[in-house]
């Protein structure tokens, strides 16, 4: 059974960070593409950024581009979200989900991607 757990969500400042964590268990960690996702009170999900099996290739949407890094640790089975210089608009809930398969991430589309945790709340305060 797939599970995958997000942690590290909070209460900031504008200006301050973060860092998210993602761990998923009963799958084969490095077959998978990770994205992170986000969904703030009546806005559809963006897709916020995405890495590959092995962290070689990122994507990053425009809204956190130069403020966020994502990263994987393949021994750990865990995805990070580093936010930087975080804005009230980023205030949301952020999810992690799992994309099987090597492709390049150019892009984070819900749809792709298969197995979905149950999300951590980002709130910034202005």
């Known amino acids: 059974q797939v599970q995958v757990v997000e942690s590290g969500g909070g209460l900031v400042q504008a200006g301050g960070s973060l860092r998210l964590s993602c761990t998923a268990s009963g799958l084969t960690f490095d077959d998978y593409s990770m994205g992170w996702f986000r969904q703030a009170p009546g806005k559809e999900r963006e897709g916020v950024s995405c890495?590959?099996?092995?962290?070689?290739?990122?994507y990053y949407s425009d809204s956190v581009k130069g403020r966020f890094t994502v990263s994987r640790d393949n021994a750990k089975n865990t995805l990070y979200l580093q936010m930087n210089s975080l804005k009230p608009e980023d205030t949301a809930m952020y999810y992690c989900?799992?994309?099987?398969?090597?492709?390049?991430?150019?892009?984070?589309?819900?749809?792709?991607?298969?197995?979905w945790g149950q999300g951590t709340q980002v709130t910034v305060s202005s």
């Open positions: 890495i590959s099996w092995n962290g070689r290739s990122t």
């Open positions: 989900a799992a994309r099987f398969g090597y492709r390049l991430c150019r892009d984070a589309l819900a749809p792709d991607f298969r197995y």
